[in-house]
Antibody, heavy 116, light 107 residues
Framework: EVQLVESGGGLVKPGGSLRLSCAAS????????MNWVRQAPGKGLEWVAS????????HYADSVKGRFTVSRDNAKNSLSLQMKSLRAEDTAVYYC?????????WGMGTLVTVSS | DIQMTQSPSSLSASVGDRVTISCRAS??????LHWYQQKPGKAPKLLIY???SLESGVPSRFSGSRSGTDYTLTIGSLQPEDFATYYC?????????FGPGTEVDIK
């Protein structure tokens, strides 16, 4: 059974940092492009970042470029999102998702709240 | 960046109704268009990939079609479990944009 489990969310002050993790199991993680998608309270889905399976291609949404860093450890079947200079508008549920034909597997999400 | 628009933003329908949701891309994206269903408090679920291919396990009342840069999600006969928000998404460019969503609620 495919599982993606996010962790690391919580309450952080504006300007602070947080690192999210996503543990993958049940599929060949090393052969999938992985993504972070977020959803602010009551809002729609926003793609945040992607990292290809061979680590050579990393892309970010303009809203997070220069502040967020996505990385992966294929040996540990793990995806990470390092978030810095956090703003109130980064408050959201953050999901990790695998790219097959579309984003075929999703985790349950982890909530990040940026507030003083 | 490729922009995705959806219409309507919300609709009210009854069980058994045929429902269509539209999505338009700001430029050509071929068949790199996917549809998701999201229920409150849950992660999105892939319904249709590559514009018209049904994801495994998704009921056949869901279908997708394409005409140029216009895409349509059709629910053939709305069921109680289909009340949710539906999003389109393009993966043609490496900035994988989602549409703003269409909320389907009970009339």
């Amino acid at each position: 059974e495919v599982q993606l489990v996010e962790s690391g969310g919580g309450l952080v002050k504006p300007g602070g940092s947080l690192r999210l993790s996503c543990a993958a199991s049940g599929f060949t993680f090393s052969t999938y492009t992985m993504n972070w998608v977020r959803q602010a309270p009551g809002k729609g889905l926003e793609w945040v970042a992607s990292i290809s399976y061979i680590d050579n291609f990393i892309h970010y949404a303009d809203s997070v470029k220069g502040r967020f860093t996505v990385s992966r450890d294929n040996a540990k079947n793990s995806l990470s999102l390092q978030m810095k200079s956090l703003r109130a508008e980064d408050t959201a549920v953050y999901y990790c998702a695998s790219l097959g034909f579309g984003f075929d597997y999703w985790g349950m999400g982890t909530l990040v709240t940026v507030s003083s | 960046d490729i922009q995705m628009t959806q219409s309507p933003s919300s609709l009210s329908a009854s069980v058994g109704d045929r429902v269509t949701i539209s999505c338009r891309a700001s430029q050509s994206i071929g068949s790199f268009l996917h549809w998701y269903q999201q229920k409150p408090g849950k992660a999105p679920k892939l319904l249709i990939y590559a514009a018209s291919s049904l994801e495994s396990g998704v009921p056949s009342r869901f279908s997708g079609s394409r005409s140029g840069t216009d895409y349509t999600l059709t629910i053939g006969s709305l069921q109680p479990e289909d009340f949710a928000t539906y999003y389109c998404q393009q993966t043609y460019s490496t900035l994988y944009t989602f549409g703003p969503g269409t909320e389907v609620d009970i009339k």
